[in-house]
């Protein structure tokens, strides 16, 4: 167990932090699916707009730490490619 204040402290931040970042990381999950959905179904009109719609969000969890910056460009690269493919 932390004795010190600053210990302490950072270990309340630290969750706050982890929970945040939990929820951000789901979001982006959540958009991801919605174009992986879109993309099972045939639906070419729905899945452009599922992608442009996780293309943001994406790209904030890069700008938030919570995904690498290389591995949201790999998402984006082959989410895009399924898309064009089905259009």
Do not use: F, W
């Amino acid at each position: 167990m932390a004795h010190h204040q600053s210990a302490k402290k950072r270990i309340r931040r630290n969750e706050r932090r982890r929970v945040i970042n939990a929820n951000r990381v789901g979001r982006i999950r959540t958009y991801v699916k919605a174009v992986e959905t879109a993309i099972e179904g045939g639906d070419a009109a729905g899945a452009k707009e599922a992608l442009k719609a996780a293309q943001p969000e994406i790209q904030r969890g890069v700008t938030k730490g919570v995904v690498h910056k290389n591995t949201a460009n790999r998402k984006l690269s082959r989410l895009s490619a399924r898309v064009k493919a089905i259009g």
